[in-house]
């Protein structure tokens, strides 16, 4: 350990208002890009109270929605292992799903599939 302070891996409270400060980051390489360094390229935009890491996308939670909007305007599209993030917030990424996705009822709250090569999502 490096004496730093390691984030919780929460991302998902129940405060209704913590949404509008978490961001998702798809399309992330997890087999090279791990949790140590999203939280160093995202913690630039203000302090990470929470930062989860899955199977090719992850979530950070920030102490403000302000922090939130600041990282997806400075980190959608950026390439980090070869690929480009798809960072967005998530009040406005579920909300996307609900109207676009036809798996997002299959799969709730969040589909990991990629919306804009998804033949089931481009063609509805």
């Known amino acids: 350990m490096t004496g730093k302070t390691q984030t919780s891996n929460v991302t998902n409270k129940n405060d209704p208002k913590s949404i509008n400060s978490r961001v998702f980051i798809g399309n992330l390489n997890t087999a090279i890009v791990k949790k140590v360094d999203i939280e160093a390229i995202f913690s630039k935009y203000g302090k990470i109270v929470g930062c989860s890491v899955h199977k090719g996308y992850a979530f950070v939670q920030y102490m403000s929605e302000r922090h939130a909007r ?48 998804c033949e089931d999502c481009i063609n509805s």
């Open 70 to 117: 600041a990282a997806v305007a400075g980190e959608n599209a950026r390439i980090i292992a070869g690929q480009p993030l798809d960072s967005d917030c998530v009040q406005r990424f579920t909300r996307n799903l609900i109207s676009v996705c036809p798996k997002s009822d299959i799969m709730p709250p969040y589909c990991t599939h990629n919306l804009w090569t």
